[in-house]
């Protein structure tokens, strides 16, 4: 069994981690005894002795996905850096050609899960950029450093044993078994877990190829959104108004209420116009603060969410679907100049919040729902607009450097 020196290099991700992040690293004769922890339970699970000592005996440990773990972009940028970045003109533009083309496809992907095509075509471009790009890291490797690490171990050690699985099924062999650092598939980046679930066979040639097919991915892509509960004939949210004097502490996700709500509290469409009159809750969204665009989200933005647990993520695929079928930018875009804050500062307001007895949850590092509740606790205590958003005066209240 091989491994790889990890001294020097571990030393290297160490320096880099969040404060956030105070779990130990793995050594050399730790993944070692993991590994075989995880042959154990490999062979428990069913998988053929040949595909555990030919694949999984032979993982190496990549101590560069602990560092790509603690520092994912959907918590460590602002919106405005998010969302620039992936929501842009020329992926619209490739966006709407590949809609086109593929327009029978996306109608029968329509007809049999409900979820309309430009959906699929807004996950595909965020994923894989169309196809551009579907990561070049061995899967069972970077599934077993995660496996052995303690943030996540148990839900990674599912992966990988997901992983074993569809090698042991002979979908794909092991050459092919390339990713993302997170372990993630083929054109629209399944984890193994999902494939096994959701792939189909749409080409018919026996295979459920991610890699290969786009009408595999791309229908795998729709059964998946349908399994994640779908609401056929809904749309994820949209772009709203919101009048002078509004309350933001009523933007959160957790707090969704009927439109009917919402039109009395004086919210229109981004054109002006009046809510329409349905009977789909909402949660109202301000990602970048009361200088930014406002959303009104559906029960379709949490199924969004089911894909990628992330609001800026889930708002991009929304923004990109609608912009693919021919809508115009947002009316009030986010602005650029937003400052992105480290963990390491997020994490400093937080303990500072906490100490003036605002409570934002747990200490983390992370700009999350409680964190912004407490912001916002703050700045109605101070006479300020409280959109629950670290605006340079939050930062210089707490002495917390403006980055």
């Known amino acids: 069994m091989k491994y790889i020196a990890v001294g020097l290099t571990l030393l290297s991700v160490a320096l880099t981690l969040s404060a956030a992040e105070d779990l130990p690293l793995v ?64 992926r619209i533009q490739r966006g709407r050609e590949l809609y086109s083309q593929y327009r029978p496809l996306l109608q029968e992907i329509t007809r049999q899960t409900g979820v309309p095509g430009r959906y699929i075509v807004a996950f595909w471009g965020m994923e894989t950029d169309f196809g551009r790009y579907f990561g070049k890291l061995p899967v069972l490797d970077s599934l077993a450093t995660l496996a052995c690490d303690q943030r996540r171990s148990a839900f990674f050690t599912q992966e990988l044993i997901a992983a074993l699985k569809i090698l042991d099924r002979g979908d794909v062999d092991a050459a092919q078994l390339k990713g993302s650092w997170a372990g993630a598939l083929g054109h629209v980046q399944f984890l193994p877990s999902v494939y096994l679930r959701y792939a189909r066979d749409a080409d018919g040639d026996g295979r459920r190829d991610l890699w290969n097919s786009v009408p595999d991915a791309l229908t795998s892509a729709g059964f998946f959104l349908q399994g994640l509960r779908w609401n056929a004939g809904e749309r994820w949210g949209r772009e709203v108004t919101l009048p002078r004097g509004f309350d933001y502490a009523l933007a959160n996700l957790k707090n969704r209420q009927p439109l009917d709500y919402w039109r009395e509290k004086g919210v229109r469409t981004a054109p002006g116009g009046v809510l329409p009159d349905a009977k789909s809750e909402a949660a109202l969204l301000v990602p970048a603060g009361h200088r930014g665009p406002a959303f009104l989200v559906y029960p379709n933005f949490n199924v969004i969410m089911g894909w990628n647990q992330s609001e800026f993520y889930a708002l991009s695929v929304g923004i990109l679907a609608d912009e693919i079928i021919g809508a115009g930018p947002l009316r009030r875009p986010p602005p ?68």
């Open 27 to 90: 050594t050399t004769a730790g993944f070692k005894d993991c590994v075989s922890s995880l042959e154990d339970k490999a062979l428990a699970e069913g998988i053929s002795r040949s595909v555990v000592e030919n694949e999984l005996a032979k993982v190496k440990f990549d101590p560069r996905i602990i560092g790509y773990d603690r520092a994912q972009p959907e918590f460590t940028q602002t919106f405005s850096g998010y969302y620039y970045q992936r929501v842009t003109t020329s």
């Open 336 to 403: 650029h100049d937003l400052q992105r804050l480290t963990t390491k500062t997020v994490m400093l307001l937080q303990e500072k919040l906490q100490a003036a007895e605002y409570d934002p949850g747990p200490l983390d590092g992370i700009m999350g729902p409680s964190t912004r509740s407490a912001i916002s606790n703050f700045q109605k205590s101070q006479g300020w607009i409280a959109d629950g958003f670290p605006h340079p005066e939050v930062l210089a209240a707490f002495t917390l450097p403006v980055e």
